[in-house]
């Protein structure tokens, strides 16, 4: 009976998007699926709204109000422009950059939110071809702008696109605006309520005049310049994965004084289907396969990749045997903030003022790196807009050095209020030239970090659950764990646990009640054990899955240790992974 149900109110919802107000094509698309027999993607489509998010939106393209398509961008792009009307109101002018990049549709989906934006009065600089995510952020600033959107949806897999909106900042909307936006959002019923005609005099292409500003900044953040020179002919592979990167990544490394970049030609080529690999993650081996084997052939000293949107960097590096293996998202964050540190600490340049920030569920191995130089700390959500929260309330009273996720973000300077892998990649080569200024390897300078702060090993684990079952089923796991709190994880007692849900915490040492001191909730689970060990759950925000994030600690010696101490470590995970059940 509830399956009818849904079928009914499903059908009810498709039926209004065969009125005149939508085109034909859609019309027909949408006859198509209430026709077919197996009624599976017609209730995928319809069966809810796909929600503009604190992040927008993101979602597989097609009809349907749960899809991604000229209605479902339109209607975002229309609450945020009767937003910045009602926000700005006292402006003369309301500014935005509209920016997208090399995924199918995103073009036309840019091009149909700057008519949106200009309709509504509001003036848009849009990009004349597509270009990183972190420069549409750079360019909201540059140009004094109240907003800007990127279509984009990351490093999913092709079928997806997205829409991330930016406030004045340059910096994903937080509270009260992210909220606010969204009731707007959820105020345009249906295709009448999206004003589509534009005006073009309120329009404005922009291009290179905005790569040679963001180039020439991205730069000035180098800190070894005179290294950089000494070494400036090794060989670097480099990789956008058929995405956006290839527009400023290469030329950003020649302007830092890099002369022997090697491209992977087959993956050059600007495509939505990214037709060489299966998915155009920088996290996944097979989406640097072809780098590698590139690295290999002309004995490269480091691979770069950026993904489609050039904001996630994934680095490959040979390790102590001469083979090629990638660095997870926590050694690169890692490698970051050390050479970020330890560099301005050699140029005598750290005053005491300086700070980094990290995400909960990154490695705390960053902490004790911060700590050790008298470097404060901050801990955010995950999402960069959280690291961008903590730059803007101390502009002007401390000095931000770097900030990274797991997820292969990390954003070297603060001109820039997003990941930036442009800048990203500059500042790994330039870490890799001072590494072998040393006489080591980038390979061999993780090490050194592990002998001197401690080993971490540290896996993620995602489990996909696709569609409405999906959703539902994440939802049941999350309840299951909140209920049942582990008092052990892999025989070592939990000594604090965090629920952010709630923003409560318990010290099981002291027996104490804890208070979590957070800008706001978020549904993350976290438990240290007395051994060190650290384990976070959290569902996606962007993406049909949960997430397990395993983190184990250990003391060694040498880097004679280091084999040793990774498989007690992998040996202790999939213990966790058994307590967990996943």
Same mark, same amino acid.
């Given at each position: 009976?509830?399956?009818?149900?849904?079928?009914?109110?499903?059908?009810?919802?498709?039926?209004?998007?065969?009125?005149?107000?939508?085109?034909? =094509?859609?019309?027909?698309?949408?006859?198509?699926?209430?026709?077919?027999?197996?009624?599976? /993607?017609?209730? /995928?489509?319809?069966?809810?709204?796909?929600?503009? %998010?604190?992040?927008?939106?993101?979602?597989? &393209?097609?009809?349907?109000?749960?899809?991604?398509?000229?209605?479902?961008? @339109?209607?975002?792009?229309?609450?945020?422009?009767? #937003?910045?009307?009602?926000?700005?109101?006292?402006?003369?002018?309301?500014?935005?950059?509209?920016?997208?990049?090399?995924?199918?549709?995103?073009?036309?989906?840019?091009?149909?939110?700057? =008519?949106?934006?200009?309709?509504? @009065?509001?003036?848009?600089?849009?990009?004349?071809?597509?270009?990183?995510?972190?420069?549409?952020?750079?360019?909201?600033?540059?140009?004094?702008?109240?907003?800007? *959107?990127?279509?984009?949806?990351?490093?999913?897999?092709?079928?997806?696109?997205?829409?991330?909106?930016?406030?004045?900042?340059?910096?994903?909307?937080?509270?009260?605006?992210?909220?606010?936006?969204?009731?707007?959002?959820?105020?345009?019923?249906?295709?009448?309520?999206?004003?589509?005609?534009?005006?073009?005099?309120?329009?404005?292409?922009?291009?290179?005049? *905005?790569? =040679?500003?963001?180039?020439?900044?991205?730069?000035?953040?180098?800190?070894?310049?005179?290294?950089?020179?000494?070494?400036?002919?090794?060989?670097?592979? #480099?990789?956008?994965?058929?995405?956006?990167?290839?527009?400023?990544?290469?030329?950003?490394?020649?302007?830092? @004084?890099?002369?022997?970049?090697?491209?992977?030609? /087959?993956?050059?080529?600007?495509?939505?289907?990214?037709?060489?690999?299966?998915?155009?993650?920088?996290?996944?081996?097979?989406?640097?396969?072809?780098?590698?084997?590139?690295?290999?052939?002309?004995?490269?000293?480091?691979?770069?990749?950026?993904?489609?949107?050039?904001?996630?960097?994934?680095?490959?590096?040979?390790?102590?045997?001469?083979?090629?293996?990638?660095?997870?998202?926590?050694?690169?964050?890692?490698?970051?903030?050390? #050479? &970020?540190?330890?560099?301005?600490?050699?140029?005598?340049?750290?005053? %005491?003022?300086?700070?980094?920030?990290?995400? *909960?569920?990154?490695?705390?191995? *960053?902490?004790?790196?911060?700590?050790?130089?008298?470097?404060?700390?901050?801990?955010? #959500?995950?999402?960069?807009?959280?690291?961008?929260?903590?730059?803007?309330?101390?502009?002007?009273?401390?000095?931000?050095?770097?900030?990274?996720?797991?997820?292969?973000?990390?954003?070297?300077?603060?001109?820039?209020?997003?990941?930036?892998?442009?800048?990203?990649?500059?500042?790994?080569?330039?870490?890799?030239?001072?590494?072998?200024?040393?006489?080591?390897?980038?390979?061999?300078?993780?090490?050194?970090?592990?002998?001197?702060?401690?080993?971490?090993?540290?896996?993620?684990?995602?489990?996909?659950?696709?569609?409405?079952?999906?959703?539902?089923?994440?939802?049941?796991?999350?309840?299951?764990?909140?209920?049942?709190?582990?008092?052990?994880?892999?025989?070592?007692?939990?000594?604090?646990?965090?629920?952010?849900?709630?923003?409560?915490?318990?010290?099981?040492?002291?027996?104490?009640?804890?208070?979590?001191?957070? +800008?706001?909730?978020?549904?993350?689970?976290?438990?240290?054990?007395?051994?060190?060990?650290?384990?976070?759950?959290?569902?996606?925000?962007?993406? +049909?899955?949960?997430?397990?994030?395993?983190?184990?600690?250990?003391?060694?010696?040498?880097?004679?240790?280091?084999?040793?101490?990774?498989?007690?470590?992998?040996?202790?995970?999939?213990?966790?992974?058994?307590?967990?059940?996943?």
């Amino acid at each position: 009976m509830e399956d009818d149900e849904l079928l009914k109110v499903v059908r009810q919802k498709a039926q209004v998007w065969l009125g005149c107000e939508y085109d034909e =094509d859609t019309r027909a698309r949408v006859k198509e699926l209430l026709d077919a027999e197996n009624s599976t /993607e017609l209730i /995928e489509s319809f069966y809810k709204d796909l929600e503009f %998010g604190t992040g927008g939106l993101r979602g597989i &393209m097609g009809v349907g109000t749960n899809r991604m398509n000229i209605y479902t961008v @339109g209607a975002a792009t229309q609450g945020l422009s009767n #937003y910045l009307r009602n926000e700005f109101a006292n402006l003369q002018q309301i500014k935005v950059v509209v920016g997208f990049d090399c995924r199918n549709n995103s073009r036309m989906f840019a091009n149909i939110s700057a =008519d949106i934006f200009s309709a509504n @009065g509001i003036k848009v600089y849009i990009f004349d071809d597509l270009r990183p995510t972190p420069e549409v952020s750079y360019a909201i600033r540059k140009l004094g702008c109240q907003s800007g *959107i990127i279509i984009t949806a990351s490093h999913n897999p092709k079928e997806y696109n997205g829409y991330k909106a930016y406030w004045d900042d340059g910096a994903q909307m937080i509270a009260p605006h992210d909220k606010n936006t969204i009731v707007e959002v959820n105020k345009i019923k249906n295709a009448n309520d999206i004003k589509f005609k534009a005006n073009k005099h309120l329009i404005e292409i922009i291009g290179k005049e *905005i790569d =040679d500003e963001y180039i020439k900044d991205i730069k000035n953040i180098s800190l070894s310049p005179n290294i950089i020179e000494r070494h400036k002919d090794m060989k670097i592979v #480099y990789t956008p994965i058929h995405g956006t990167g290839v527009r400023l990544i290469p030329a950003a490394l020649s302007a830092f @004084g890099f002369t022997g970049i090697v491209h992977v030609p /087959e993956q050059d080529e600007v495509s939505g289907n990214f037709p060489t690999v299966v998915s155009p993650n920088p996290e996944e081996p097979a989406a640097l396969a072809m780098a590698v084997n590139k690295a290999k052939e002309v004995d490269a000293e480091l691979v770069l990749a950026s993904d489609p949107d050039a904001d996630r960097v994934g680095a490959a590096v040979k390790n102590e045997h001469g083979e090629w293996v990638l660095l997870t998202g926590h050694q690169i964050a890692t490698l970051f903030v050390y #050479y &970020m540190i330890a560099r301005r600490k050699e140029l005598d340049q750290l005053t %005491g003022n300086e700070y980094i920030v990290k995400t *909960i569920v990154t490695t705390e191995t *960053i902490h004790t790196i911060a700590k050790s130089y008298g470097v404060r700390m901050f801990n955010v #959500y995950t999402g960069f807009k959280w690291i961008a929260d903590v730059i803007r309330k101390n502009e002007n009273k401390q000095k931000y050095i770097g900030g990274g996720e797991e997820s292969f973000g990390f954003l070297c300077q603060d001109f820039v209020r997003d990941k930036d892998a442009v800048s990203a990649c500059c500042i790994f080569a330039e870490a890799t030239a001072w590494a072998r200024e040393q006489g080591l390897s980038i390979y061999q300078l993780l090490q050194k970090i592990y002998v001197t702060f401690g080993y971490s090993k540290e896996v993620n684990l995602s489990v996909v659950k696709k569609g409405k079952s999906g959703a539902e089923e994440i939802e049941k796991m999350m309840k299951q764990y909140r209920e049942n709190p582990l008092t052990e994880i892999a025989g070592s007692k939990v000594a604090l646990r965090y629920d952010y849900a709630s923003l409560k915490g318990h010290d099981y040492v002291d027996g104490e009640e804890l208070t979590l001191n957070m +800008p706001t909730t978020s549904n993350v689970l976290q438990y240290f054990t007395e051994d060190g060990t650290k384990v976070s759950i959290r569902p996606s925000g962007t993406e +049909p899955k949960i997430k397990f994030y395993f983190e184990v600690h250990t003391k060694i010696k040498s880097t004679d240790d280091i084999k040793s101490a990774e498989q007690a470590a992998l040996t202790k995970i999939e213990s966790i992974k058994q307590s967990l059940g996943v």
